[in-house]
């Protein structure tokens, strides 16, 4: 299984950007697709974006509009960039080799009101 390494986390307030990479530890060019999800305390793990092979995008209902999934294939990373966040964005978000089922050790990411 591929490994996938996140970073980019931190504290920003209401309103700002913050931008995750995943690196993987091998090739994702081949990969099906590659997810991002997110989990906040108390609360079940959400699906947030996905990337096909083929580019076709997904998006969970809550960020549509705020966050954009792209890849880089050159570099075996995957990036989240995430506008107008909300005090509700704050989790821990997770990469995911959705069809290989690997995932990432998650990046925390804290929106402040």
């Known amino acids: 299984q591929v490994q996938l390494v996140e970073s980019g986390g931190g504290l920003v307030q209401a309103g700002g950007s913050l931008r995750l990479s995943c690196a993987a530890s091998d090739s994702i060019s081949d990969v099906d697709a590659m997810g991002w999800y997110r989990q906040a305390p108390g609360k079940y793990r959400e699906f947030v974006a996905s990337i096909t092979r083929n580019n076709r995008l997904g998006y969970g209902d809550s960020v549509k509009g705020r966050f954009t999934i792209s890849r880089e294939d050159a570099k075996n990373t995957v990036y989240l960039q995430m506008n107008s966040l909300k005090p509700e964005d704050t989790a821990v978000y997770y990469c995911?080799?959705?069809?290989?089922?690997?995932w990432g050790q998650g990046t925390q990411v804290t929106v402040s009101s």
């Open positions: 995911h080799d959705i069809a290989g089922g690997s």
